[in-house]
């Protein structure tokens, strides 16, 4: 099969023909037809998160079909469509494990990271960490829902239920929790990079009801803000945007680090937080509300020999949405 290779951070991924894998227990081999390049991938690429597995496929917002059953695979039979996201496997019995909160697991495996991703043309997941897709979608529509869906609305939850939610980054996260909120009657401000007219133009076609630099403070205090760009300089900003009690999450994997900043921008009770990774269950309910909403994706497509390019494009800032990538699209 045709994949991406990554042997080393830092480096442009490689075309290569190798052997598709072979499903293990509890595993099924899919045949990949979109997956959407994340942030993360960005961070894996480029060695900012630094315990890949190499050579590694990365890729791990995947949508394709059950091509093949492992050994006591239940819950899928050979032709469902199925989604793969960032959470591969969580050990079960560790104390966040059995406290549910598998998204903290200490042994947890990702796929596209510690196990091979969707960047190719046929991948494996565990069963019982994948998803069903809700028919309304596309393949490459569906695609930004596994991660930019997912932990942009474990993001929206932790961010509580205040009314006046401020979006720090307008991407691929950005850009489908804004819908989710919208439809939650809250009101959108979304922070773009200064100077950055076309992002603000894409905000205010979402129904932002304001957009702005990031530099600049909303017309009113919001109730929280969430911050999906990697830029840790956000946080202080963020904090200086919120009212009393609110709050400011921080949705990435990966940010620079956090400047220095007074306490006072802290104090009456506003709060900073991460969310990290996600839950199956986040996974069902957000998959269960998407189509009701429903939710629309944005996305750019590109072919698996242009993944570099894909890449090159979203760390330049240059991707309106999300970058998928369509592989076997003509058996979708
Ligand atoms: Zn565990
Ligand atoms: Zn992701």
């Not at 290779?5 to 045949?31: F, H, Y």
């Not at 804004?178 to 401000?189: G, H, M, T």
């Not at 956090?258 to 998959?287: H, K, Q």
Request: hydrophobic residues 40%.
């Amino acid at each position: 099969m045709l994949a991406m290779i990554l042997d080393t951070p830092g480096k442009p991924l490689r075309k290569a023909d190798i052997p598709s894998p072979n499903p293990g227990t509890r595993q099924v081999s899919i045949r990949v037809h979109a997956c959407a390049v994340c942030r993360s991938d960005l961070h894996v690429v480029d060695g900012e998160l630094t315990r890949p597995k190499l050579p590694l496929v990365p890729g791990h917002e995947i949508v394709g079909r059950v091509a093949e059953l492992g050994a006591g695979v239940t819950r899928f039979k050979v032709g469902d469509r199925v989604g793969v996201p960032w959470l591969g496997w969580t050990c079960g019995e560790c104390s966040y494990c059995r406290n549910g909160q598998e998204n903290l697991c200490d042994r947890a495996k990702f796929t596209g990271y510690t196990l091979d991703g969707g960047y190719a043309e046929y991948t494996i997941a565990d069963e019982r960490f994948c998803f069903s897709i809700p028919k309304s979608y596309s393949d490459a529509e569906a695609a930004p829902l596994l991660c930019a869906g997912l932990i942009g609305y474990r993001s929206l939850v932790k961010a509580g239920n205040g009314k006046r939610l401020g979006l720090y980054g307008f991407g691929a996260a950005g850009h489908i929790v804004a819908q989710v909120a919208k439809f939650q009657q809250r009101e959108i401000y979304a922070f773009t990079r200064p100077g950055d007219e076309q992002a603000k133009i894409f905000a205010l076609k979402l129904r932002a009801i304001w957009a702005g630099g990031s530099n600049e403070l909303p017309p009113e205090a919001l109730d929280a803000a969430i911050i999906f760009a990697p830029v840790g300089g956000l946080v202080p900003l963020a904090l200086k945007a919120v009212g009393k009690g609110g709050i400011v999450v921080c949705g990435g994997i990966h940010m620079s680090d956090i400047p220095s900043f007074p306490y006072s921008i802290l104090w009456e009770e506003r709060s900073i937080c991460s969310v990290a990774n996600l839950t199956r269950r986040d996974g069902e309910e957000f998959m269960a509300l998407a189509p009701k909403i429903p939710v629309r994706t944005e996305v750019e497509t590109f072919s698996l020999e242009d993944t570099n390019e894909a890449l090159n494009r979203l760390r330049a800032g240059k991707i309106y949405g999300a970058a998928v990538l369509v592989t076997n699209a003509s058996d979708a």
